[in-house]
T-cell receptor, first 113, second 115 residues
Framework: DQQVKQNSPSLSVQEGRISILNCDYT??????FLWYKKYPAEGPTFLIS?????DKNEDGRFTVFLNKSAKHLSLHIVPSQPGDSAVYFC????????????FGQGTTLQVKP | DTGVSQDPRHKITKRGQNVTFRCDPI?????LYWYRQTLGQGPEFLTY????????KSRLLSDRFSAERPKGSFSTLEIQRTEQGDSAMYLC?????????????FGSGTRLTIV
């Protein structure tokens, strides 16, 4: 049972444009959502998080939007840079006691110069 | 603070052998997690420690797997009688008590290949 889904395996955008990565979830009890970026041969790196009581959180070029009624969140990167090319994972906190993360399958972003 | 360290980075072993991985978390982090990632998938939760106590184990963690965190510092993950399906990237992460706000810090992982 895939509780967190990223239905687009890959995305390609031009440098300077907006990148929009999408994520859907099934469990309405999730409290927090996080986005991670992963380069090859490295561990995932934390990017940004959002509480379920908010609908938007912004940090520099990265903004996460949460639509609770649709059980959908998205990560916007503006402007996109070639160094943003990586695999992006959406994750939800599955248990507030343990902080256990439930990850989506990932979306590979390629930003072309 | 050098981040989360994992050793070894790569391990190739024959089916049926035992393997042990080590994770050194960020020193002030009291929470430590092990995840497993296979090709094309996101990391999957294996187990969680708060200080030295192992508080949760996934159903993915069969009885061939055991994890320890003596004295609440480094952690080891041992796989006994390895099988082909154990081939994966094993990731360790640590966090403070509010991972929702600050996320985890992951290590670079140990890539296990069973031949």
């Amino acid at each position: 049972d895939q509780q967190v889904k990223q239905n687009s395996p890959s995305l390609s955008v031009q440098e300077g444009r907006i990148s929009i990565l999408n994520c859907d979830y099934t469990n309405s009890m999730f409290d927090y959502f996080l986005w991670y970026k992963k380069y090859p041969a490295e561990g995932p790196t934390f990017l940004i998080s959002i509480s379920s009581i908010k609908d938007k959180n912004e940090d520099g070029r990265f903004t996460v939007f949460l639509n609770k009624s649709a059980k959908h969140l998205s990560l916007h990167i503006v402007p996109s840079q070639p160094g943003d090319s990586a695999v992006y994972f959406c994750a939800a906190i599955g248990s507030s006691n343990t902080g256990k993360l439930i990850f989506g399958q990932g979306t590979t972003l390629q930003v072309k110069p | 603070d050098t981040g989360v360290s994992q050793d070894p980075r790569h391990k190739i072993t024959k089916r049926g052998q035992n393997v042990t991985f080590r994770c050194d978390p960020i020193s002030e982090h009291n929470r430590l997690y092990w995840y497993r990632q296979t090709l094309g998938q996101g990391p999957e939760f294996l187990t969680y420690f708060q200080n030295e106590a192992q508080l949760e184990k996934s159903r993915l963690l069969s009885d061939r797997f055991s994890a320890e965190r003596p004295k609440g510092s480094f952690s080891t993950l041992e796989i006994q009688r390895t099988e082909q399906g154990d081939s994966a990237m094993y990731l360790c992460a640590s966090s403070l008590s509010l991972p929702a706000l600050y996320g985890y810090t992951f290590g670079s992982g140990t890539r296990l290949t069973i031949v």
